[in-house]
């Protein structure tokens, strides 16, 4: 029987080798520096409610909130948290640890992004788009699981898409589950962004035994993990869930209007490509992986999605489809021009997202209020047992103070989460101290659900603390302690005071001034 042959446009492309392009890799490498160095001084108070969890952990107390209570869930980054247990051992500043950990990873994204398009302008607007992006520089520095993660998703989607362009490429059988895996302990929205490249591998290499063997044994790890989980915290899904969900719900677009004119060229690009035979089936996992990533954001508000953090999980993957579109355009002047606006756009809208300005001052704010606090809590003249603090904040203050603390948002506290009236919660614990936050010096009369004055009950004013404008740190404490806590947390304002810039204004000069040295 005559075999015809399929026409070339329909053929399954060969995997090309990596073309390692060094020039732009290099210049990628050192515009990504530059950036990262500029936002060093930005670590969010989330993180440190990892590196909280991870000091227990490494302490011998298991990853609790307070050493002997109740283990809550209140982090979503189980091995991101796991990462930082040896440097507690070694004495290595967590902040550092993850700065560093998320830059190797960064430079790990632009790696892949410089190598994987087929033609120069294409890698020029992956590597391009992503290292002059505002939102790069923040979330490598911040502190969270960010980069880390976004790395796993795109490997993912370059396995599976170089399996789509050639049937026949080498990929290890335990990669892609594995990368599953990674990414749901990551954040436990990972295996929805893994799934579309996941069951590509698993259609496409279906008739090998090597990849059932491999998703059992991931099914079976997996498995224990969440057994384990729901074991150890007493709940399927962490605490964090419980608070969000139903509160912070925002069906109105918000979200989807934001990440749309942010990322609207490269958007744009990557859906171009599904119209393109030769480009229409890596750009739809790639794309599959962001819808995934995308849902849950878009239909509700998250709390914390600073400078578009959640879009930019998914970010590095809409560079690299916009790229692969780029690599299918013939004529290289016109793939320039759209590789030119791509990157423009992205660079010059990173800039002018709202929380732009306050992101790239946030570690100097957090440093002279939220750290100080903590360090002064710590210092106090306070007998042992008496060292219980209550914060909405529940980052740096209950990190560096030590103290047993009580959140009274919820986050890490199990009986809020589950419906607690955060008034009752804190009647019942009565805490030693009491940090109010508002948009003014005053005690409001509510702050998440909670009834302050109430809370706050005969305690003593010792501290008011001004992050940046509209948003205040009140310090209450029992009256007969109120001296020595206000003596030391004013020793440690002073101290952050001679080392910050002592500016309160949120914009973009600032930043600059200090990086040029111009203030301080």
Partial sequence: MLRVPRPPAERS?????VRARPALFLAALAALAVGVWACWSVTVDDAYITYRYTANLAHGFGPTWNPGADPVEGYTNFLWMLWHIPWVWLGVPLPVVSKLTAATCAAAIVWILATEPRTRT?????????VLFLPTWVHVDGGLETAPFALVV??????AARLLRDRDATVRSWELPALFLVAGMLRPDGILAVAPPLAVWAWLRRRDRRTWTALIVAAAIGGAYTAWRWSYFGHPLPNTFYVKVGVEAATDGRWIRTTLALLLPLLLLAVAGLFRRSTAPVVAVALASCVALYAIPALTAPAMDY?????WHGFPVLCLAAARTIDAVGRRRLAAVGAAVAVGWTSVAG??????????????????????IGLGLADADVPADRRTVAMTDAGAIPYFSGWRATDYIGLNDERIGHGASPTDVLLADEPTVLVATGPTPELQTTSWNTDLPTAVGDRELVAVLRARPAYYQQVYADRDVADQVRTAIERRVAEADAVTDGRFDQTYSRWAQRLLGLSG
């Fill in 13 to 17: 492309a060969p995997a090309r080798p």
């Fill in 122 to 130: 294409g890698a020029a607007l992956a590597v391009g788009a992503f």
């Fill in 154 to 159: 795109l490997r993912a989607v370059v396995v």
């Fill in 307 to 311: 400078l578009s953090r959640f879009a």
């Fill in 351 to 372: 800039f002018l997202q709202p929380d732009g300005p306050t992101m790239v001052n946030y570690g100097e704010d957090l440093r002279r209020v939220h750290i100080a």
